[in-house]
């Protein structure tokens, strides 16, 4: 087992040890259900074949279908993919939706695709994986570097092959094809309502706190915009180029015009430019990482000043550094609960799919509100009985004792 399972793993245990689960529950919770490795041969521009390795793995569905994004890096492994995979299957039973967990992945650098590539991929992924995908199987979604319109190609793909037009078959999709309104921006929305939560309980007033967002694709970007129109001060954003700093406040939506411009942040006109590693330790009250794993770990954990983090990405805080973390007192919004904003509107998608009847956005607005609210008071409430600041254990207290509970009611043998 290697090193990002193996905390997964870690984690699991210790929660379970905390609430006394019976070992059997345990063990069927310790490994994924499936793990599907496929060959994905695409014809390049250059009349070349190129064969692509791409993953999916079915953590778990006992509360319902397998459900998680699939991610195109080139740093994808199937170690990665698995703890994915198991975050999805908390995540899901923390935000208490009818899915299990899963997760894939393609080892591919988008940016040195065609779209004509990108599109033949995407279908090739559909055509691999379409007898273990489904609406009632298995929906997957968007993740880092995969889009709407690549969902549009799996879903294309996936209803060529079984003769029926099936949109619930993948989340995320364009509105014009049975996506839903406000799902490009659901895991930022989300993810602030949460914030606000916390900073209501913790008596944290907007102009006493300085923001800091690490990563600006699709959620990193939308939480700032979020943030910036409801009067909070972000003053370091940074994507994979770089990141940029003006201690007086960064106006976000020039900040967004500049990267449609550019490609980057980085260089903008009102602000210096600073390394990623200087935007984690600034002095921001508040550090939302909004990229990939492992961003906060060992190295720089003692660096960190943030009173807060908000995980916005998936898994940015190592173990060893939460560990730091949690000594320096500092909360950690854990990704399991901060991020359930996106698959909570993938689950509204696919209830208007299956119903075939389509919400307005101030619905589906008002009804993720509700649904992430719940989740954040139980949790909350979870943290303050075990007399600690550890929000980690206590969403996973939340979420195991949900799947602990369908494993026992609908029986192991
Ligand atoms: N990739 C997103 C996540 O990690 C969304 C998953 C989904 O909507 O199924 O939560």
Request: glycine share 8%.
């Amino acid at each position: 087992m290697s090193k990002q399972f193996n905390e997964v793993i870690d984690q699991l245990n210790k929660t379970c040890k905390i609430m006394n689960v019976d070992n059997n529950e345990l063990e069927i919770l310790r490994k994924p259900d499936r793990i599907i490795e496929i060959s994905l041969p695409v014809l390049m521009d250059n009349g070349r074949v190129k064969v692509f390795t791409g993953f999916r793995v079915q953590y778990n569905n006992i509360r319902g279908p397998y459900k998680g994004g699939i991610r195109f890096h080139p740093k994808v492994n199937l170690d990665e993919v698995k703890s994915l995979a198991f975050w999805m299957t908390i995540k899901c039973a923390v935000a208490n939706i009818p899915y299990g967990g899963g997760k894939g992945g393609v080892i591919v650098d988008v940016k040195k695709l065609s779209q004509g590539e990108l599109e033949r991929l995407s279908r090739a992924y559909a055509r691999g994986f379409a007898d273990f995908i489904g609406p009632l199987k298995d929906v997957p979604a968007p993740d880092v570097y995969t889009n709407p319109q690549i969902m549009a190609w799996i879903m294309d793909e996936y209803s060529r092959i079984k003769g029926e037009n099936t949109p619930g078959v993948v989340t995320g999709k364009p509105v014009e094809i049975n996506g839903s309104l406000g799902r490009d921006t659901a895991t930022s929305l989300g993810g602030f309502f949460v914030f606000e939560q916390v900073l209501d309980k913790m008596k944290i007033k907007k102009n006493q706190i300085n923001l800091a967002v690490q990563g600006f694709g699709n959620v990193g970007m939308n939480f700032a915009l979020i943030a910036y129109n409801a009067g909070y001060k972000i003053t370091a954003v940074s994507d994979s180029k770089g990141a940029i700093y003006n201690e007086k406040g960064l106006n976000i939506k020039e900040v967004v015009s500049h990267k449609q411009i550019t490609g980057s942040v980085i260089n903008f006109k009102n602000a210096k430019n600073i390394t990623n590693e200087k935007l984690l330790e600034l002095p921001n009250e508040i550090l939302i990482p909004a990229a990939l794993e492992n961003a906060i770990n060992k190295k720089n954990a003692n660096k960190i000043k943030a009173k807060i983090i908000l995980e916005l990405g998936n898994g940015p805080v190592t173990q060893e550094a939460e560990i730091k973390l949690q000594k320096k007192h500092i909360l950690i919004i854990p990704d399991v609960l901060a991020n359930s904003g996106g698959v909570i509107v993938s689950y509204f998608e696919w209830v208007q799919n299956l119903t075939n009847y389509y919400w307005e956005q101030t619905k589906v607005e008002a009804d993720l509100k509700k649904q992430i609210i719940n989740a954040f008071k139980i949790v909350w409430q979870i943290m303050e009985s075990q007399n600690n600041n550890d929000m980690r254990t206590a969403a996973y207290i939340v979420g195991i004792r949900r799947l602990v509970n369908a494993l026992k009611i609908r029986g192991i043998k």
